[in-house]
């Protein structure tokens, strides 16, 4: 389902902090869009602050980008609450600004996972039924 990439200047982030800023994000877009925790991936991209500029000048160790690539047919105002809630909650979990959070919804047409091809948005009994059963043992799926 969805892939978010979390990107931050090395060292800005504390392991725990990850940790707390990936359940935010995993619980905001799985809760809203009703869909299992196990679905949702969290990608943390840590970068040397010489490597990535705001205003043509190295970005300071506490801007957070987050980008989310998800299925297309998600409502506006659903993908305005995901944001709006990964800023908020994002900044209590990380002790970053809300003003120093951009986040990033971008819908994506098709995509595969674990091998398969998602359909729409409203799909995802058929095709948690039809996962691997590697798969499905790996999640305690029934």
């Known amino acids: 389902m ?10 800005a982030l504390s392991p725990e902090a990850k940790q707390a800023l990936a359940r935010v994000i995993t619980a ?14 969290v990608v943390f991209q840590d970068v040397e602050p010489t490597q990535q500029f705001l205003n043509a000048e190295p970005v300071t160790v506490d801007q957070i980008w987050v980008r989310g690539d998800v299925r297309a047919g998600r409502s506006e105002e659903q993908k305005t609450r995901i944001i709006e809630r990964i800023v908020r909650e994002g900044s209590q979990a990380t002790g970053v600004s809300e003003s120093k959070f ?15 091809i998602l359909g729409p948005p409203g799909q995802e009994a058929e ?3 039809n996962l691997p ?7 305690n799926i029934s």
């Open 2 to 11: 969805p892939t978010y990439v979390v990107t931050a200047s090395k060292n």
């Open 28 to 41: 905001t877009h799985c809760e809203d869009s009703n869909i299992p925790f196990y679905l949702c991936q």
């Open 102 to 116: 951009w986040v990033y919804i971008c819908d994506i047409p098709r995509m595969a996972e674990y091998g398969r």
């Open 127 to 129: 095709f948690i039924a």
């Open 133 to 139: 059963a590697d798969v499905r043992a790996r999640f």
